[in-house]
Nanobody, 119 residues
Framework: QVQLVESGGGLVQPGGSLRLSCAAS????????MGWYRQASGKQREWVAT???????NYADSVKGRFTISRDNAKNTVYLQMNSLKPEDTAVYYC?????????????WGQGTQVTVSS
């Protein structure tokens, strides 16, 4: 199973930007789709974005046009560029191997990275 380490979160004002990173272990990274997910306090975890092994992307409607997922297979890393952040984007963000477009493969999640959007 791949180990995943998320980083890059923080406190940002509405309208600001952050770039999250997810470093993955294992040699299969370049062969699998990856996704970003988030969980706000008191809510269920939800899908944010997916990138296929070839670079095709999909986004949840709530982040489309504001977030961009990308990957660097040489570094075994997937990124989430978040622009025009809103208070409702506040959540702990996680990455995982994607299952289909919106699902996730692994039950063991990383520690995640906290994103707080507040003035």
């Amino acid at each position: 199973q791949v180990q995943l380490v998320e980083s890059g979160g923080g406190l940002v004002q509405p309208g600001g930007s952050l770039r999250l990173s997810c470093a993955a272990s294992g040699s299969i990274f370049s062969l699998v789709a990856m996704g970003w997910y988030r969980q706000a306090s008191g809510k269920q975890r939800e899908w944010v974005a997916t990138i296929s092994r070839s670079g095709s992307t999909n986004y949840a409607d709530s982040v489309k046009g504001r977030f961009t997922i990308s990957r660097d297979n040489a570094k075994n890393t997937v990124y989430l560029q978040m622009n025009s952040l809103k208070p409702e984007d506040t959540a702990v963000y996680y990455c995982n191997r994607a299952l289909g477009v919106t699902g996730w493969e692994y039950d063991n999640w990383g520690q995640g990275t906290q994103v707080t959007v507040s003035s």
